[in-house]
């Protein structure tokens, strides 16, 4: 493994957030006329990859709202996950464990949200066992919701159509840019490495895997989860990435980066959940390997604009993944 990649977990930070003061002055007045007040003071989000502006603001009339700001400046993408956040608040259940969606405005460049501020802290790092307990208690009933009707959210399936290819796509890379990959990888890439092939047909099944009808974050991870301490409640956040699928899905996807983090193994969490009962585990190890074929091909690419951090992430989420795959083949 690299130098960096032996060291603590990654943080989940863009690294490039803005600050009140750094937004135009239009974005700032439009905020306010959104909210209804004038902005007394901010309080800056400090985890998320998501660059642009993401900050608690307090207002003159003693209300909080929280609000996401991003331009293409920041990144050519955020725009359009801020747009598809406003398109799942709208298709989010009561039952769901979210903040409501108050206002939002989009003029073409920047697009602002104001969100019910979620009370809490992020989970501690690594885990701690009475805060994961409290997450993973979370996605039993996010696992029962559906979206309300009249949504348009996309099936999973069809939304990671083009992400669960990433085994065939390193297979057809340069030989040296795989070397490379497998050195850094230490171990776990020279397995992934010798078992291409399975991986390849595993993944080609993950998209089948992933149909259903529940409601499916996504983008589950210990920074989009919110821990209320005092009320012994959790709320998930960020749901740009939402989707429509098998109930399971959030729960496999989560744990690898429970155990980059030092929450434990994800085959005893994963299988001891209520929702993964009737789970075939070649479907679990379908969806571990689109899921594992995307962290490791997305891992080698250059950073997105805005997010330094990222390839890190998952190049670390990747190794974390490909070991609890390996349990499976």
Known sequence: MSADDASAPPLAFSGQRLGWADLPRAVRNRISTLAGARVTAESSANSGFSPGFAAILELTDGR????????????PESPDLARAEIRVAAALPPQVPAPRLYWWHDDGEWVILGFEVAHGRPPEMPWRPDELQLVLDALIPLADAEPLPGHDLPRTDVKLA??????????????????????????????????????????????????????????????????????????????????????????????PSVAM?????????????????????????????????????????????????LRRFQRAQAAAALEWLRELA
């Open 261 to 309: 983090q030092g929450g434990g193994e994800p085959q005893t969490h994963f299988w001891s959940h209520p929702v993964s009962d009737g789970v075939p585990p070649q479907d679990l190890r379908a969806a571990l390997a689109g899921l594992t074929g995307f962290l490791t091909a997305s891992s080698v690419l250059p950073a997105p604009v805005g997010i330094p951090n």
């Open 162 to 255: 083009g992400d669960f290819t990433g085994w065939r796509r390193l297979q057809q890379r340069p030989a040296d840019e795989i070397d490379a990959l497998v050195a850094r990888s230490g171990e776990i890439g020279a397995w992934a490495q010798a078992n291409i092939d399975h991986l390849i047909l595993w993944e080609e099944d993950s998209l089948r895997v992933c149909t259903g009808r529940a409601l499916v974050h996504g983008d589950l991870r210990a920074d989009n989860a919110m821990i209320d301490p005092d009320h012994h409640r959790v709320t998930l956040i960020d749901w740009p990435h939402a989707s429509i699928g098998a109930p399971w899905l959030d729960l496999a996807f989560m744990l």
């Open 64 to 75: 909080g709202v929280f609000v996401k700001a991003v331009s293409p400046e920041q990144n």
